[in-house]
């Protein structure tokens, strides 16, 4: 039913997080690594921090592995590193975690372990040298940070970029565990429509350090969409045609996206009203704002604001059909 923003490209190889594996290497991890090594990596962070605030390619990639070279595509200077600069830029950066891995062998694969409670998580990782360095650094503001995840390697006493991540870490406050606990808390009230938008958005915010990143919630997050997706699907059936109204609009979607510095839900629907005849149209959308709640229990009880999307020809991805939009506040 919902769907979220997507904000960032993720890009390449690795991760999870602290002190198993195979073979004997050794992981230290935030305060009891080496304070050179730290420092050394802090001043590394830094610099490739600012380089992505520059949206500098040129400028990061003569920090990266040969092979981290020739695994890239256009979409990492393209894509990623706009969104990267968007999200960063002009925020005060944060480690999250970081980890000192030494006495690696080439073929080892790192286990790392870090958080607690419900925040509890793991990392893998593939060393590729016998000394590696994972920094996790978190960006952004209270709308959406994102995490910057790093894996260095020492290779001849020079410390290069062997992997990089860039994925969400929270939206609107709140990551992925919050998200889910938010949810939770939506679906005892029966506000379903939230409770799918929002774990909509914790699904954004799953894997902040890449593919190989893991809450150790995961397996009850999906016991719980899987059974708030029937228990939703059951309650609404979309598209949805309001027979109440003499024009008969049909719902066909709710989706969320940024209003005003906040997530807002919009209302997707298709009328017979001539979308060019904006008194008729109006009139209908102040008919069919009475029923939203009714039919979307809770929808107006937890947003501040609804908005609405009109059509009359449905756009299918080819097309640019004319639409109309309205803003219903609530709170």
Same mark, same amino acid.
């Given at each position: 039913? &919902?769907?979220?923003?997507?904000?960032?490209?993720?890009?390449?190889?690795?991760?999870? &997080?602290?002190?198993?594996?195979?073979?004997?290497?050794?992981?230290?991890?935030?305060?009891?690594?080496?304070?050179?090594?730290? /420092?050394?990596?802090?001043?590394?962070?830094?610099?490739?921090?600012?380089?992505?605030?520059?949206?500098?390619?040129?400028?990061?990639?003569?920090?990266?592995?040969?092979?981290?070279?020739?695994?890239?595509?256009?979409?990492? /200077?393209?894509?990623?590193?706009?969104?990267? #600069?968007?999200?960063?830029?002009?925020?005060?950066?944060?480690?999250?975690?970081?980890?000192?891995?030494?006495?690696?062998?080439?073929?080892?694969?790192?286990?790392? &372990?870090?958080?607690?409670?419900?925040?509890?998580?793991?990392?893998?990782?593939?060393? +590729?040298?016998?000394?590696?360095?994972?920094?996790?650094?978190? %960006?952004?503001?209270?709308?959406?940070?994102?995490?910057?995840?790093?894996?260095?390697?020492?290779?001849?006493?020079?410390?290069?970029?062997?992997?990089?991540?860039?994925?969400?870490?929270?939206?609107?406050?709140?990551? /992925?565990?919050?998200?889910?606990? %938010? %949810?939770?808390?939506? #679906?005892?009230?029966?506000?379903?429509?939230?409770?799918?938008?929002?774990?909509?958005?914790?699904?954004?915010?799953?894997?902040?350090?890449?593919?190989?990143?893991?809450?150790?919630?995961?397996?009850?997050?999906?016991?719980?969409?899987?059974?708030?997706?029937?228990?939703?699907?059951?309650?609404?059936?979309?598209?949805?045609?309001?027979?109440?109204?003499?024009?008969?609009?049909?719902?066909?979607?709710?989706?969320?996206?940024?209003?005003?510095?906040?997530?807002?839900?919009?209302?997707?629907?298709? &009328?017979?009203?001539?979308?060019?005849?904006?008194?008729?149209?109006?009139?209908?959308?102040?008919?069919?704002?009475?029923?939203?709640?009714?039919?979307? +229990?809770?929808?107006?009880?937890?947003?501040?604001?609804?908005?609405?999307?009109?059509?009359?020809?449905?756009?299918?991805? #080819?097309?640019?059909?004319?639409?109309?939009?309205?803003?219903?506040?609530?709170?």
């Amino acid at each position: 039913m &919902s769907k979220c923003l997507s904000v960032l490209v993720c890009v390449l190889l690795f991760s999870q &997080s602290c002190i198993s594996g195979t073979g004997k290497n050794n992981v230290t991890q935030n305060d009891k690594i080496d304070r050179q090594v730290k /420092a050394t990596v802090d001043a590394l962070n830094s610099e490739v921090y600012n380089i992505m605030c520059e949206n500098n390619f040129e400028k990061l990639s003569q920090m990266f592995t040969d092979t981290l070279q020739s695994m890239l595509g256009p979409d990492f /200077a393209g894509k990623f590193m706009p969104n990267m #600069q968007r999200v960063m830029k002009d925020k005060k950066c944060r480690i999250y975690d970081e980890f000192h891995i030494t006495h690696a062998r080439p073929h080892d694969t790192v286990t790392l &372990s870090s958080g607690t409670g419900d925040n509890a998580y793991t990392l893998i990782i593939k060393p +590729y040298a016998p000394e590696s360095f994972v920094a996790m650094l978190i %960006a952004g503001d209270s709308l959406n940070e994102v995490m910057l995840t790093l894996t260095y390697i020492n290779v001849k006493d020079k410390w290069k970029i062997s992997g990089l991540y860039g994925e969400n870490y929270s939206l609107h406050r709140k990551n /992925a565990i919050e998200q889910y606990h %938010a %949810a939770e808390a939506l #679906q005892k009230s029966s506000y379903l429509t939230d409770a799918v938008a929002t774990m909509g958005m914790a699904k954004n915010c799953m894997t902040p350090g890449g593919r190989t990143f893991q809450y150790k919630k995961q397996t009850e997050i999906n016991t719980f969409v899987d059974t708030l997706i029937k228990q939703t699907d059951n309650k609404y059936t979309l598209p949805y045609t309001f027979n109440e109204m003499k024009t008969k609009p049909k719902i066909l979607d709710i989706q969320y996206q940024i209003f005003n510095g906040d997530f807002a839900p919009l209302i997707v629907y298709q &009328s017979s009203v001539n979308v060019a005849d904006t008194v008729a149209l109006k009139k209908e959308n102040d008919d069919l704002q009475k029923y939203t709640g009714k039919l979307f +229990y809770g929808i107006d009880k937890v947003n501040k604001t609804i908005l609405y999307r009109v059509y009359n020809e449905l756009p299918n991805g #080819q097309n640019n059909p004319r639409y109309y939009g309205y803003i219903e506040k609530v709170i």
